[in-house]
């Protein structure tokens, strides 16, 4: 039997953001474009991130202005303007889970305000406010800050949505490579579905995944880094708290609200808590939170919540000068893209770098239909409806039936 072929302009490996950002960015910009993804749509950094598009303060706040911060400082607004349908992609279909973000801190961050202000053009981004009410951190000093918060399946469904045709879910194991003598990838098979794509660029957007892609394409291997965070969840009755809490200039806590798909409110704890290498359990990281939370959140009472943990390492290119990379990356050799957006809030940036860098689109029809063995991909589950959670003291949780994790989850009271 013959294999069907396919021509397109982009060949994109992995839907995450990156992938899916760039699936609709250059379709909309007339190119044709196929996406190739191994488990489902956003599996991996993105479905686990916590949707808070930095302004890049929070390296001023720590005392380590970065790079990278200049660059994030564009970015609220860039998503803004989507969310109004009148930015590079239109995401009006999409949930926004806060407007603006928090920092609360033990002492005054104007000074480090006014440093960002002045290194970023951004002066209204951050003004002093005065917080109360139950499930707030009583700091000394409160500022809302110009951070949006995303509903992150929202976003990776919205991306979706119009590509359905165009999002295949395959076996990395069945895919064979052709290469031109200038070493360029001319062919890309998927054996088992005898299917033949010939794309004019390929795109490795597939995180974890990209030493493997690179491998297979007989690409040199990049330096990369990971790091690794241990995520920590509680789920019970929660008020709705987006923020980070600064201590002695770091990082204490990051904590975003999320609501399970049992309709029940969840914090996920990030900054120091989830990156501090010394816990040496889930249990013990957990205390550490809860202890956290009692000391800063006036009545916090951690043995009336569910917890849990997930890791997951942040997968990016090796930091020359810092522990993060700068920016956005996309390495071209011959007609293969390697791209990293450092941030889910980057990736307007990554995009415009990638348009940058492509051949304009040579006129391939972009009407196209999924072969009918090929699947499009879900989804990916987030991870705190995947988890098991536990009590407070470590005893582990078990729950029946959906009603009744449903029941103890809603017998939590602050
Ligand atoms: C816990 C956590 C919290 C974060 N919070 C924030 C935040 O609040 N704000 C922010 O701006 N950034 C945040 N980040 C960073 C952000 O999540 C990442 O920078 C971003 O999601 C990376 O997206 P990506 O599409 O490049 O990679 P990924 O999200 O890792 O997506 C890679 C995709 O490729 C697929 N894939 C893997 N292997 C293959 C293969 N061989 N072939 C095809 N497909 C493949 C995967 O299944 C996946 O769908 C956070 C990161 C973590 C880990």
């Given amino acids: 039997m013959n294999s069907a072929s396919y021509e397109c302009d982009v060949l994109i490996f992995g839907c995450g953001i990156s992938g899916l950002w760039l699936l609709n960015s250059l379709s909309k910009a007339g190119y044709s474009v196929i996406a190739l993804e191994a488990h489902s749509i956003g599996a991996g950094q993105t479905i686990a991130c916590q949707g808070v598009i930095h302004s890049g303060l929070k390296y001023t706040c720590a005392h380590a202005p970065a790079k990278l911060g200049q660059h994030l400082a564009a970015m609220p607004a860039v998503w803004r303007h989507c969310l109004a349908g009148d930015g590079p992609l239109d995401l009006r279909g999409v949930s926004l889970r806060s407007r603006t973000n928090r920092f609360w801190s033990d002492e005054p961050l104007d000074a480090a305000i006014e440093a960002y202000a002045k290194q970023t053009g951004c002066s209204r981004s951050a003004e002093p406010v005065v917080d109360s009410g139950a499930g707030i951190p009583v700091a000394s000093y409160s500022y809302r800050v110009d951070e949006p918060i995303f509903d992150v399946p929202s976003v990776l469904s919205a991306l979706a949505e119009d590509y359905r045709e165009r999002i295949w879910l395959y076996d990395p194991a069945e895919l064979a490579l052709l290469k031109g003598r200038d070493g360029a990838v001319t062919e890309v098979h998927l054996s088992r579905r005898r299917v033949r794509i010939l794309p004019r ?27 690794p965070l241990d995520m ?65 959140i006036p009545g916090f009472q951690p043995h009336r919540f569910l917890w849990s943990t997930y890791f997951i390492s942040r997968f990016e290119p090796a930091a ?34 990638v348009h940058a860098l492509l051949p304009k689109p040579a006129g391939i029809s972009s009407v196209l239909h999924r072969p009918g063995d090929v699947e499009t991909p879900r989804v990916a589950p987030c991870p705190w409806d995947r988890f098991e959670w536990q009590h407070y003291d470590g005893a582990e949780f078990s729950a029946q039936s959906k009603g009744k994790t449903h029941a103890a989850l809603s017998a939590g009271r602050w």
């Fill in 232 to 296: 920590v969840l509680l789920a019970g009755a929660l008020p709705e708290v987006y923020g980070n809490y600064f201590r002695k200039g770091r990082q204490q806590v990051a904590i975003t609200a999320v609501t399970s798909k049992l309709d029940q409110p969840v914090w996920l704890l990030g900054g120091d808590i989830s990156e501090d290498r010394s816990y040496r359990s889930g249990s013990e990281r957990i205390r550490g939170a809860g202890e956290l939370l009692q000391e800063v």
């Fill in 320 to 353: 020359r000068s810092s522990a993060r990379p700068d920016d956005a990356t996309v390495v071209a050799e011959t007609n293969v893209m390697t791209v990293w957006p450092a941030k889910f809030g980057l990736t307007p940036r990554l995009a415009e770098k």
């Fill in 201 to 227: 660029t390929v795109i490795l957007a597939a995180g974890a995944g990209i030493p493997f892609l690179r491998h297979r394409l007989n690409l040199n291997p990049l330096p990369i880094q990971l790091r």
